[in-house]
Protein backbone atom coordinates (compact mmCIF):
# COMPACT_ATOMS: atom_id res chain seq x y z
CA UNK A 1 0.00 0.00 0.00
CA UNK A 2 1.28 3.68 -1.34
CA UNK A 3 -0.16 6.48 -0.20
CA UNK A 4 0.45 10.16 -0.62
CA UNK A 5 -0.56 13.18 1.27
CA UNK A 6 -1.33 16.48 -0.69
CA UNK A 7 -2.85 19.86 -0.20
CA UNK A 8 -1.15 21.18 2.37
CA UNK A 9 0.37 25.08 2.29
CA UNK A 10 0.62 28.51 3.73
CA UNK A 11 -2.47 30.19 5.20
CA UNK A 12 -3.24 32.84 7.21
CA UNK A 13 -5.45 32.12 10.92
CA UNK A 14 -8.85 31.20 10.60
CA UNK A 15 -8.53 29.99 7.04
CA UNK A 16 -8.99 26.39 5.70
CA UNK A 17 -7.66 23.80 3.54
CA UNK A 18 -8.00 20.48 2.32
CA UNK A 19 -5.76 17.89 2.90
CA UNK A 20 -6.42 14.06 0.52
CA UNK A 21 -4.80 11.13 0.78
CA UNK A 22 -4.33 9.06 -2.29
CA UNK A 23 -3.71 5.15 -2.23
CA UNK A 24 -2.40 2.91 -4.73
CA UNK A 25 -1.30 -0.86 -4.86
CA UNK A 26 -3.65 -2.81 -2.05
CA UNK A 27 -6.89 -1.49 -1.85
CA UNK A 28 -7.48 0.25 1.34
CA UNK A 29 -10.95 -0.07 0.99
CA UNK A 30 -11.58 -2.29 4.44
CA UNK A 31 -8.57 -0.22 6.38
CA UNK A 32 -8.85 2.38 9.04
CA UNK A 33 -7.48 5.94 7.78
CA UNK A 34 -6.08 8.00 9.70
CA UNK A 35 -4.16 11.49 9.89
CA UNK A 36 -1.40 12.49 12.16
CA UNK A 37 0.59 15.61 12.46
CA UNK A 38 4.19 16.50 14.02
CA UNK A 39 5.42 20.06 14.95
CA UNK A 40 9.39 20.78 15.32
CA UNK A 41 10.54 19.77 18.43
CA UNK A 42 7.37 16.83 19.31
CA UNK A 43 6.02 13.99 18.93
CA UNK A 44 3.69 12.53 16.47
CA UNK A 45 -0.04 12.95 17.68
CA UNK A 46 -3.00 11.40 16.59
CA UNK A 47 -5.82 13.90 14.42
CA UNK A 48 -8.38 12.19 13.06
CA UNK A 49 -9.14 8.59 11.93
CA UNK A 50 -12.20 7.07 9.62
CA UNK A 51 -13.23 3.52 10.05
CA UNK A 52 -13.47 1.13 7.03
CA UNK A 53 -17.22 2.16 6.74
CA UNK A 54 -16.76 5.63 6.92
CA UNK A 55 -19.57 5.55 9.53
CA UNK A 56 -17.25 5.68 12.76
CA UNK A 57 -15.22 9.07 12.33
CA UNK A 58 -12.74 9.75 15.84
CA UNK A 59 -10.83 13.31 16.55
CA UNK A 60 -8.36 14.82 18.37
CA UNK A 61 -10.23 17.10 21.43
CA UNK A 62 -8.04 19.94 20.21
CA UNK A 63 -9.07 19.63 16.45
CA UNK A 64 -12.87 18.80 17.24
CA UNK A 65 -15.34 20.67 15.42
CA UNK A 66 -12.82 22.45 13.15
CA UNK A 67 -11.41 19.57 10.87
CA UNK A 68 -13.47 16.63 9.35
CA UNK A 69 -12.19 13.37 7.76
CA UNK A 70 -13.60 11.51 5.23
CA UNK A 71 -13.09 8.99 2.63
CA UNK A 72 -14.01 7.81 -0.95
CA UNK A 73 -13.22 4.37 -1.70
CA UNK A 74 -14.10 4.80 -5.40
CA UNK A 75 -11.44 7.18 -5.59
CA UNK A 76 -8.93 5.78 -3.25
CA UNK A 77 -8.68 9.13 -1.70
CA UNK A 78 -9.20 10.39 2.44
CA UNK A 79 -9.51 13.93 3.08
CA UNK A 80 -9.17 16.10 6.05
CA UNK A 81 -10.74 19.37 5.65
CA UNK A 82 -9.60 22.09 8.59
CA UNK A 83 -11.14 24.91 9.27
CA UNK A 84 -10.72 27.43 11.62
CA UNK A 85 -6.96 26.85 10.79
CA UNK A 86 -4.30 28.41 14.04
CA UNK A 87 -0.89 28.69 14.24
CA UNK A 88 -1.31 25.88 16.62
CA UNK A 89 -1.93 23.39 13.61
CA UNK A 90 1.27 24.00 11.92
CA UNK A 91 2.62 20.87 11.67
CA UNK A 92 4.04 18.56 8.55
CA UNK A 93 0.51 16.00 7.94
CA UNK A 94 0.31 12.14 7.48
CA UNK A 95 -1.68 10.02 5.95
CA UNK A 96 -2.05 6.30 7.78
CA UNK A 97 -3.48 2.96 7.21
CA UNK A 98 -4.02 0.04 9.43
CA UNK A 99 -5.86 -3.15 8.97
CA UNK A 100 -7.10 -3.25 12.40
CA UNK A 101 -10.05 -1.38 14.16
CA UNK A 102 -10.01 2.58 14.54
CA UNK A 103 -7.12 3.44 16.98
CA UNK A 104 -5.03 6.92 18.09
CA UNK A 105 -1.91 5.35 18.27
CA UNK A 106 0.60 6.03 15.68
CA UNK A 107 2.29 2.04 16.30
CA UNK A 108 -0.92 0.36 15.01
CA UNK A 109 -0.65 2.21 11.34
CA UNK A 110 1.43 -0.13 9.03
CA UNK A 111 1.26 2.26 5.93
CA UNK A 112 2.43 6.06 6.34
CA UNK A 113 2.47 8.70 3.53
CA UNK A 114 5.66 10.69 2.96
CA UNK A 115 3.43 14.12 4.83
CA UNK A 116 2.36 17.44 3.62
CA UNK A 117 3.41 20.98 5.76
CA UNK A 118 0.83 22.97 6.75
CA UNK A 119 1.37 26.21 8.11
CA UNK A 120 -0.90 28.55 9.54
CA UNK A 121 0.48 32.17 10.05
CA UNK A 122 -0.47 34.70 12.87
Known amino acids: VQLQASGGGLVQTGGSLRLSCTTS????????MAWFRQAPGKEREFVAAISWSGGITYYADSVKDRFTVSRDDAKNAVYLQMNSLIPEDTAVYYCAASSGSSSRSAKLYRYWGQGTQVTVSS
Open 25 to 32: GRSVNTYT
